[in-house]
């Protein structure tokens, strides 16, 4: 079980931290990630992190601008977002798989769980 956290509505420019906590059913080297989903848009991967650590952002963009990261004791994950823009205005989805390596990470397939969603609202 997956459970977010941390989504609000802030101005153009500001950051927001957000927060999943998994259920002590997860392996602690899970495949863990982010995805977002805009009005009338696709889910999006926004970021992986496997169970070693190796970290992929979706692009450049997001590189820049957000940090995943996550807490192997208190097997939690996190994305830290900062100079937030209107665009990336989307429900935000913490997802993870029972394997430690994230193939396909940004096919919304190859995750088995799925929490409910926290809104972020950038305007």
């Known amino acids: 079980q997956l459970v977010e956290s941390g989504g609000d509505s802030v101005q153009p420019g500001g950051s927001l931290r957000l927060s999943c906590a998994a259920s002590?059913?997860?392996?602690?080297?899970?495949?863990m990630g982010w995805f977002r989903q805009a009005p009338g848009k696709e889910r999006e991967g926004v970021a992986k992190?496997?169970?070693?650590?190796?970290?992929?952002y979706r692009s450049d963009s997001m590189k820049g601008r957000f940090t995943i990261s996550r807490d192997k004791g208190s097997n939690a994950l996190y994305l830290h977002m900062s100079s937030l823009k209107p665009e990336d205005t989307a429900m935000y989805y913490c997802?993870?798989?029972?394997?430690?390596?994230?193939?396909?990470?940004?096919?919304?397939?190859?995750?088995?769980?799925w929490g409910q969603g926290t809104q972020v609202t950038v305007s």
């Open positions: 997802v993870a798989r029972a394997l430690s390596w994230c193939s396909k990470w940004r096919a919304t397939t190859s995750y088995d769980a």
């Open positions: 002590d059913e997860l392996s602690i080297n899970a495949c």
């Open positions: 992190i496997n169970g070693v650590g190796t970290i992929t």
